[in-house]
């Protein structure tokens, strides 16, 4: 099954897991099977109107779904999801 | 600039950089090269300390410093540029003792003043390369978009807890930040290093990045940071890296681009520009320790810890329910809204998150212990340590 590798800053709302695995056949359901799974996690990932947040990337392998199918992108057995959020610590 | 117009070395500087004329990549010429050179270092912080440190032991010829703040016995556990012996005073003067006490050689420009709107075309244009080592977004997205605007290097680097990232925004060759993230978190969203704390070791490791990437800027040699992200996770000890591309919709440097001068980036972030804790939810909205200890002794009221479990072990207030900020949303059931109720944290800010929350449920009783737990260690129990 798909992973989703999930980031420091969105750990407290997976009960600390680090990689999520998801029966999914594209990004979109992957990240909605996800919320799905840790309900808090949502407002992180989603607008109240229902789409992505802009801060958020997903990346499947090297590449940023923008660059790809966006949500439609497939994912395959063995894909790994990366969540890579705005971080602004120094 | 070219072979014949860079600045010669002394002999004393040949001593001091061999094991770097040892190397080809680098050779006397690649020295001279980073003696003709300037860096722009905003923040003197956890990534500002290794960084600044690295650069002036490489042998930049001349550093600025940026930052309003002051050091603070907290600061030490990863911001290694500074000691016990300069806490109090600002952290750029900090800063410039000890790198002069590394390499006198180097010329260090100090500006014990925030990056702001107001200033940071004026400081930034005089640099070769900036980098970033700020701790807020304000600050992120003003020095990406100097650096669009001047044509520049951002080498970034940012950290949460035991996670870093670092790249190298160069509009003119590649993506820049806002490429990356067209929009800054919600501020509610986002904890800061004051809140979710940061591994002491972390900017160590990230900051050594950066400065190895804005070496390899101004030498011209190996392959930059340019158009790829690396992300590095201490506890798992492992770095990956993605591929940036342009984005065609940037707002800052997208062919289309809107924004042509800086703007008010704390409006544009929702956040005030630093990594301070206000510790305050606004007027109408706090109780002081003082208030609230007087007010416990009269009568009841529900005291609400917002805090992570393992921050209890640090300091406590009795009988007190803890619900940490993260699980409040789905935990709401437990609490009830016709009794009084104080709402604290460490410091008052993720208190101030959590009474939004619950204002926004239908909680009217609600107030923010304003400095939190540690603002009545300082005022109420001072038996209690501060943290």
């Given amino acids: 099954m798909p992973i989703l590798r999930i980031p420091t800053p969105l750990r407290s709302y997976t009960g600390g897991q680090v990689e999520v695995q998801v029966n999914a056949r594209s990004v979109g359901e992957a990240v909605e099977k996800l919320v799905e799974m840790f309900p808090t996690l949502k407002p992180h990932l989603y607008n109240d109107d229902g789409r992505l947040r802009p801060f958020v990337n997903l990346f499947v392998g090297e590449h940023n779904i923008r660059d790809l199918d966006g949500l439609a992108t497939p994912v395959a057995e063995d894909t790994r999801v990366l969540v890579v959020p705005s971080i602004a610590g120094g | ?387």
């Fill in chain 2, 1 to 387: 600039m070219s072979k014949s117009m860079l600045p010669g070395l002394t002999r004393d500087e040949i001593l001091r950089y061999s094991r770097h004329l040892l190397i080809p990549e680098v050779g006397l010429e690649g020295q001279r090269r980073l003696k003709a050179s300037s860096v722009l270092v905003i923040g003197t912080g956890g990534l500002g300390s290794p960084v600044a440190l690295y650069l002036a032991a490489a042998g930049i010829g001349r550093m600025g410093l940026v930052d309003y703040d002051i050091v603070d016995a907290s600061n030490l556990q990863r911001q290694v540029i500074h000691g016990t012996g300069t806490v109090g005073k600002p952290k750029v003067e900090s800063a410039r003792a000890r790198l002069l006490d590394l390499n006198p050689t180097v010329q260090v420009d100090v500006y014990n003043e925030a990056f702001v709107s107001q200033n940071a075309m004026q400081i930034a244009e005089g640099y070769d390369i900036i980098l970033d080592g700020t701790d807020n977004f304000p600050a992120r997205y003003l020095t990406n978009d100097v650096a669009v605007f001047l044509g520049k290097p951002n080498v970034y680097a940012s950290i949460y807890r035991f996670e870093g990232q670092v790249s190298v925004f160069d509009a003119r060759r590649g993506p820049c930040y806002r490429c990356l993230f067209p929009e800054p978190p919600p501020p509610e969203l986002v904890p800061s290093c004051a809140e979710g704390g940061v591994f002491g070791v972390l900017p160590g490791t990230i900051g050594t990045i950066q400065a190895t990437e804005a070496l390899k800027v101004l030498l011209g040699v190996g392959e930059p940071l340019i158009g790829r992200l690396l992300l590095y996770d201490a506890l798992d000890m492992s770095v990956e890296f993605v591929k940036l591309k342009k984005n065609p919709k940037c707002r800052v440097c997208g062919p289309d681009a809107d924004i042509k001068e800086l703007i008010d980036y704390e409006k544009f972030c929702g956040v005030p520009g630093h990594d301070h804790d206000m510790g305050s939810a606004g007027k109408g909205y706090d109780i002081t320790a003082r208030s609230l200890a007087e007010r416990v002794r009269h009568n009841g009221l529900v005291l609400l810890d917002v805090r992570e479990p393992h921050e209890l072990e640090i300091s406590n207030l009795p009988n007190a329910v803890n619900i940490p900020l993260g699980t409040l949303a789905a935990r709401l059931a437990e609490l009830d809204s016709a009794r009084d109720m104080v709402v604290f944290c460490r410091s008052g800010t993720r208190s101030a998150r959590a009474l939004e929350l619950l204002a926004s449920a239908g909680f009217s009783r609600v107030k923010n212990l304003k400095g939190g737990i540690n603002a009545w260690a300082r005022e109420v129990d001072t038996s209690l340590p501060i943290y």
